[in-house]
């Protein structure tokens, strides 16, 4: 279902956003995930060094339910997702006790949980307002690794994108006023692993993939309305890359990683520009666009690295077209961070460093290990000739660019880290299993 927004609340947001896009600069900003440019870089910021429980820690705040996505920051709010396991009991559905081992020991819930949208100051943590968008027992479990709040939203023009897979998504103002919901029904996540695609927001429309293991697709939504524009049938399986919007000659195009293709997608009306096969499956990584091309990879089931032109048509699979391919070392979860000229990445989910040159593939740091990280599902980020790279079990890690591992520093806090950081101006951001930590000087 789609809600109707009228023309009075139109004009007010759109004044809105051009007041508050007009107050900040993007260094001062996080507005989706992997940041500004999609690269987990974040230009002219300063974030601290060091660190610890102790030192430059600004403010530590609770957050209540799970949730693993990234904290959004625009001028002086926060905005961030959870999902909150209310305890109510639906008694039409089998306790999980009661339900049939399933792989990874996932079970599906019979409590009814409310998908959140939280804000916070930005100044001293505290929170402004939250919206429950939606209370309902969802329809299916996830892995232990996941929860039900792992895509990150999306602000732009004054509006605030909160997607939650299946459980729908709701446009917002930056006040928290509700102005439409979709509900583009339930996915089928294979081995219900769980949903955590996040969205992407361009010239006026929301894109939304989703592939699973029903009928996969990539929709087009009018920003204003939440209306359909177009939507695309997509034969893949379980893939959670998040899309990058890149342009060649005047055509926008929508660039989607999964297991069976690379495509790109007009903006304008959906049709695919072109495709690439190459990548493993449950492909996750997004890519990062590099000039004239993009940067993919994913980790499971193999290892696969390429570097594809976007100015190319059709089906360019095995032409010669890729400039450049690896096929070792790759990540499962995380995402490569762009800096430099070089690409970083971990192998699989395990605390094991490469950094390729990006424009040639040659390998500039083969498979190191990374000193008290052994796991890691956060990106790693980039600012002021730095790389941060958070494990999962409190440790970041900041490395000089070279061809050698330099670490800067090693810090430690009590926490559990699977979302990808966030830097707004000198600030770092880092969302554990229970806090949300603001990093500054």
Same mark, same amino acid.
């Given at each position: 279902?789609?809600?109707?927004?009228?023309?009075?609340?139109?004009?007010?947001?759109?004044?809105?956003?051009?007041?508050?896009?007009?107050?900040?600069?993007?260094?001062?900003?996080?507005?989706?995930?992997?940041?500004?440019?999609?690269?987990?870089?974040?230009?002219?910021?300063?974030?601290?060094?060091?660190?610890?429980?102790?030192?430059?820690?600004?403010?530590?705040?609770?957050?209540?339910?799970?949730?693993?996505?990234?904290?959004?920051?625009?001028?002086?709010?926060?905005?961030?997702?959870?999902?909150?396991?209310?305890?109510?009991?639906?008694?039409?559905?089998?306790?999980?006790?009661?339900?049939?081992?399933?792989?990874?020991?996932?079970?599906?819930?019979?409590?009814?949980?409310?998908?959140?949208?939280?804000?916070?100051?930005?100044?001293?943590?505290?929170?402004?307002?939250?919206?429950?968008?939606?209370?309902?027992?969802?329809?299916?479990?996830?892995?232990?690794?996941?929860?039900?709040?792992?895509?990150?939203?999306?602000?732009?023009?004054?509006?605030?994108?909160?997607?939650?897979?299946?459980?729908?998504?709701?446009?917002?103002?930056?006040?928290?006023?509700?102005?439409?919901?979709?509900?583009?029904?339930?996915?089928?996540?294979?081995?219900?692993?769980?949903?955590?695609?996040?969205?992407?927001?361009?010239?006026?429309?929301?894109?939304?993939?989703?592939?699973?293991?029903?009928?996969?697709?990539?929709? #087009?939504? @009018?920003?204003?309305? /939440?209306?359909? =524009? !177009?939507?695309?049938?997509?034969?893949? +399986? &379980? $893939?959670?890359?998040? %899309?990058?919007?890149?342009?060649?000659?005047?055509?926008?195009?929508?660039?989607?990683?999964?297991?069976?293709?690379?495509? #790109?997608? @007009?903006?304008?009306? /959906?049709?695919? =520009? !072109?495709?690439?096969?190459?990548?493993? +499956? &449950? $492909?996750?990584?997004? %890519?990062?666009?590099?000039?004239?091309?993009?940067?993919?990879?994913?980790?499971?089931?193999?290892?696969?690295?390429?570097?594809?032109?976007?100015?190319?048509? /059709?089906?360019?699979?095995?032409?010669?077209?890729?400039?450049?391919?690896?096929?070792?070392?790759? %990540?499962?979860?995380?995402?490569?961070?762009?800096?430099?000229?070089?690409?970083?990445?971990?192998?699989?989910?395990?605390?094991?460093?490469?950094?390729?040159?990006?424009?040639?593939?040659?390998?500039?740091?083969?498979?190191?290990?990374?000193?008290?990280?052994?796991?890691?599902?956060?990106?790693?980020?980039?600012?002021?000739?730095?790389?941060?790279?958070?494990?999962?079990?409190?440790?970041?890690?900041?490395?000089?660019?070279?061809?050698?591992?330099?670490?800067?520093?090693?810090?430690?806090?009590?926490?559990?880290?699977?979302?990808?950081?966030?830097?707004?101006?000198?600030?770092?951001?880092?969302?554990?299993?229970?806090?949300?930590?603001?990093?500054?000087?």
């Amino acid at each position: 279902m789609y809600y109707g927004v009228s023309l009075k609340s139109l004009t007010v947001m759109a004044l809105m956003g051009v007041v508050l896009t007009t107050n900040g600069k993007a260094a001062d900003n996080w507005t989706q995930w992997r940041g500004a440019n999609n690269t987990g870089v974040a230009q002219d910021s300063k974030p601290p060094l060091r660190w610890s429980e102790e030192e430059n820690i600004r403010w530590k705040i609770a957050i209540d339910g799970n949730g693993s996505s990234t904290p959004i920051i625009f001028g002086d709010r926060i905005f961030l997702l959870t999902a909150i396991d209310t305890g109510i009991v639906d008694p039409s559905l089998p306790k999980p006790e009661d339900q049939p081992m399933r792989i990874f020991g996932i079970k599906h819930p019979n409590t009814e949980h409310q998908f959140v949208t939280i804000c916070l100051d930005r100044k001293t943590g505290k929170e402004l307002w939250r919206e429950v968008a939606i209370q309902k027992v969802p329809h299916e479990g996830h892995h232990g690794d996941n929860d039900f709040a792992s895509s990150s939203p999306v602000v732009k023009n004054g509006k605030l994108f909160s997607w939650f897979g299946s459980a729908g998504l709701f446009c917002y103002d930056l006040d928290g006023k509700l102005f439409w919901k979709r509900d583009l029904g339930q996915a089928k996540m294979g081995a219900s692993l769980g949903e955590g695609c996040s969205p992407v927001v361009h010239k006026g429309r929301v894109i939304i993939v989703r592939d699973h293991q029903g009928q996969s697709a990539i929709e #087009a939504l @009018d920003v204003n309305t /939440g209306k359909t =524009i !177009w939507k695309k049938h997509r034969d893949e +399986g &379980n $893939a959670w890359a998040t %899309p990058v919007i890149a342009e060649h000659n005047g055509t926008v195009q929508i660039i989607t990683c999964a297991s069976n293709f690379v495509r #790109a997608y @007009d903006l304008q009306d /959906g049709s695919i =520009i !072109w495709q690439c096969s190459g990548l493993t +499956g &449950n $492909a996750t990584p997004c %890519p990062i666009l590099d000039g004239k091309d993009v940067l993919v990879m994913s980790g499971y089931q193999g290892h696969s690295a390429m570097r594809i032109p976007i100015t190319r048509k /059709g089906d360019i699979s095995g032409k010669g077209q890729v400039i450049w391919k690896q096929d070792r070392g790759t %990540p499962y979860v995380p995402s490569p961070v762009l800096y430099e000229g070089m690409l970083f990445f971990n192998q699989s989910n395990q605390g094991i460093w490469t950094v390729l040159n990006a424009a040639s593939g040659e390998i500039v740091m083969d498979r190191t290990r990374l000193p008290g990280i052994s796991n890691m599902y956060s990106s790693p980020i980039a600012a002021n000739g730095h790389v941060y790279v958070t494990g999962r079990d409190g440790i970041t890690l900041v490395l000089k660019p070279g061809t050698e591992l330099k670490v800067q520093a090693s810090n430690r806090l009590d926490e559990r880290f699977d979302s990808s950081p966030a830097i707004a101006g000198d600030e770092l951001y880092l969302r554990g299993e229970k806090f949300l930590y603001c990093i500054s000087e």
